[in-house]
């Protein structure tokens, strides 16, 4: 999958994101679940996840309005003439309404133009992986110059606040929502590099859908269209991360052999569910631990967000200047797992001012 073409490039020109104002801490989190009754500590759920606090959306913003800050933002800060976007990929496991696609509502709210190709893209939390391989394709086979990714996740209205009634039935069903945040997200793919961006080399992906039932929110489709009771994010956590670990750190080695890329100084940005899986995958694929760029401590799980949340922050702390070669390594459920290898091509800064100065690569 490697270019070897300068017209058939790809470059991530630029990302940002949004996040609602409301912060929920994981002690609340633990009161309003009632793990408080099962026994443990308010301090348990922080403790077990690694996830500090969240973000939870207001009644009024839902996954295009988040989507759509994160645009504007991105849009704005690169001048780039919105004549320009060829296509627009909204990637999210959230949506306003099953029918028309959210993209719409996203493209209606930007301005662009009626030629603009629009789609939605859904593989749970890679979706935004699984846009920039679409869209990376598109820009590959001359169809269009520039593409938009936007992502939004309201992802709280799905964490099980009813009653968790034992330690056995947390960690089988609910564990893994109660990481939830809500948050918008952006990416702007180009065939024209520009500033300090990311060159697209090579994407690898796997389904495993054998372990479809272990992550899922039943209720929206045909199956359990309206059932109150099934619009819950229920996950077995211990085994969706016992698979994780099965599939993911080989093909982190194997993109890494592939590349010929030495994974002691190739930076990784993840997906992130806790922050003991993540380290855990980053120890059995041989990645130091200061080489990984994580979130989830003040932001929690925010579905296909993460990555380009991520992403956008390791321009702003110099994360992408450290680590010229970076993975964008993404799991859900499914289970679906998906490798992008990125390459910084410039020196340039590029600022983007993010909305929450926070992190730092853990060490």
Known sequence: MNATDDRTLCYIIGADYYVPEREVSSAEISKRAGLLNLGLDVGTLEEATGVRTRRFAADDEHPSTMATVACERLLSRLAMDR????????????????????????????????????????D??????????????????????????????????????????????????????LTLGDAGAAMLLSAEPSGNCLRVIHQEWQVDSQHRGLAHIDAGGTRHLVDPDRIYFVSNAKRLCQV????????????????????????IIPHQVSKGVTRMIATI?????????????????????TIPMALALAFENGFAATFKRILLVGGAAGFSAAILALETISQQAVRIVPTDPHTEPIG
């Open 124 to 177: 749970a939390c890679n979706s935004a992986l699984k846009a920039m391989i679409l869209g990376t394709g598109l820009i590959k086979s001359g169809m269009v110059s520039n593409v938009l990714i936007a992502v939004g996740e309201r992802l709280h209205d799905g964490i099980y606040f009813k009653g968790i009634r034992s330690k056995a039935e947390l960690v089988s069903r609910y564990l893994a929502g």
């Open 285 to 305: 694929a041989g990645i130091p631990l200061k080489n990984l760029m994580v979130t989830l401590d003040k932001f929690g799980n925010t579905g296909a967000a």
């Open 83 to 122: 004549s320009r976007v060829g296509a627009l990929l909204f990637a999210a496991n959230t949506m306003d309404e099953a029918e028309p696609i959210t993209a719409m509502r996203v493209h209606e709210a930007l301005g662009l133009p009626k030629t603009t190709f629009v789609a939605d893209v859904r």
């Open 244 to 267: 994780a670990v099965e599939h993911l750190p080989v093909m982190v080695q194997d993109v890494c052999t592939k590349l010929g890329w030495d994974r002691t100084t190739t930076g």
